[in-house]
């Protein structure tokens, strides 16, 4: 059997096949950036084979709106077929350990929603079997889509050549207001045996991973507090206990000297996908809005200090990452666009054989700031080490 995508084997005469395991939020979002990666970007082939869920009907009927030659409900049967080469996991945190490892192994590249799973120990295994399958030149990445914004792409690479001079200090809040109806029912993400945690492993796990990528450093101290502000919501047989966390705080230390807070919430009323970002640094300082995401302010620490002040930069130029593909000057882009950069990315490294970022280690790292938000938000918000 030929081997698409991997270097150094003879060239394939079919594209990569793909399969997408989930059709919902997720499913759509990854959907259409199969759909149009291959229109804006020089890639490896690709076709959406087969699109998997738990309902024959429902997702017969996705797969045929979301541009899939075929759909299945049993994703165990659809990591064994030959024309999957590439499995992407848009399922429930609590399946992605399982299905990630049952993939790796069968020979497939992974792309793997966030947060990489939902304990430690299942993240833990996931790049035990990420290693060994890269060994067999087998890719891997996590879904931390933020780090494809070019304006976060570009901060990332301002604070890179030292345009911000030492970063002392970044806040990075991530605020939705989904759940500040306290009638709002009951779902998968509210469960800690299918969530893992609640807003912390949700949307704080996206500005944890930003803080670490965008100061290309790690975190090596947490200090936590969750809270759950509702703790019974209307389920299917009456109410039900929520046992995850509404909102979570931190404050983290990096390896670098760096002090980052991160807040994050779904009951923060108002706030609908909020996704802030400041980074302040000896000689500059950075700040970023996801409801503002063609932008970044930039503020120049080193010209004569009565001229200073936050600049407004359109990131929209061809010069700015990933922008080339897409329209002129000042033609914005928006979320969704963030998915087919991600997929870019990966189909490159895939073409490369160079190892996709974030990888599954990036992933696990956040996984261990996470629990450590969790263990010191139980021991009143000790420190606690990495
Ligand atoms: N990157 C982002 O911005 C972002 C945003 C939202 C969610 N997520 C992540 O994406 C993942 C999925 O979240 P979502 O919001 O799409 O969830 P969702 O509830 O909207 O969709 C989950 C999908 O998984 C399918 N599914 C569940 N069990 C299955 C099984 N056994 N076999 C096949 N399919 C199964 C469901 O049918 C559904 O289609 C989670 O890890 C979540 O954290 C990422």
């Known amino acids: 059997m030929s081997a698409p ?36 970007f020089d890639v490896p082939a690709v076709e959406q084979r087969v699109l998997v869920g738990r309902d024959p009907e429902s997702v017969a009927e996705a ?14 049967e659809v990591i064994a077929r030959d024309d999957v080469d590439i499995v992407d996991i848009c399922a429930p945190g609590w399946l992605h350990a399982e299905i990630a490892i049952a993939a790796l192994e069968a020979g497939k590249h992974v792309l793997v929603e966030k947060p990489l799973s939902n304990t430690l120990a299942e993240s833990e295994a996931m790049v035990a079997a990420a290693q060994d399958a890269r060994a067999r030149g087998v890719q891997s990445m996590v879904g931390f889509n933020y780090r494809r914004v070019p304006a976060l792409a570009y901060a990332r690479q301002l604070i890179a050549d030292g345009r911000l001079g030492t970063v002392r200090e970044v806040r990075a809040s991530y605020l939705q207001d989904w759940l500040a109806d306290s ?15 609640g807003a912390l492993g949700d ?14 450093d790690t975190v090596a101290e947490a200090s936590g507090r969750l809270h759950t502000f509702v703790g019974r919501r209307p389920g299917r047989d009456g109410l039900e206990d929520v ?3 509404d909102a979570a705080w931190a404050i983290l230390a990096l390896s670098g000297g760096a002090i980052a807070s991160v807040e994050a919430s779904r009951v923060a009323l ?13 000689e500059g300082s950075l700040a970023f809005d996801l409801e503002r995401l063609n932008e970044l302010e930039f503020l120049d620490g ?31 882009i928006g979320w969704e666009h963030t998915f087919t950069h991600q997929i870019r990315d990966f189909l490159l ?6 190892p996709p970022s974030p990888s599954l280690e990036d992933g696990l790292q956040v996984q261990r700031v996470l629990a450590a938000i969790e263990e010191s938000a139980a021991a009143k918000s000790t420190t606690v080490q990495l």
Do not use: C
């Open 5 to 40: 995508g991997l270097p150094g084997r003879e060239a394939t005469p079919r594209p990569l096949g793909v399969a997408a395991i989930g059709y919902a939020f997720m499913g759509k979002a990854h959907s259409q950036a199969w759909r149009n990666v291959g229109a804006y």
């Open 63 to 76: 797969a045929a709106r979301y541009g899939w030659a075929e759909s299945a409900t049993d994703w165990r």
């Open 183 to 197: 009638e709002s029912p009951m779902t998968w993400r509210l469960r800690k045996e299918t969530a893992g945690s």
């Open 203 to 216: 949307i704080a796990s996206h500005a944890i991973d930003q803080v670490q990528y965008l100061l290309g």
């Open 243 to 245: 046992t995850v966390d």
């Open 270 to 282: 108002g706030r609908k996908n909020s996704l802030r970002i400041e980074v302040y640094g000896s």
């Open 302 to 332: 080193t010209g004569p200090v009565q001229e200073q002040g936050f600049r407004r930069i359109v990131v929209t130029e061809p010069e700015h990452p990933y922008l080339e593909a897409w329209w002129p000057q000042g033609h914005v």
């Open 349 to 354: 490294a895939i073409r490369d054989g160079n």
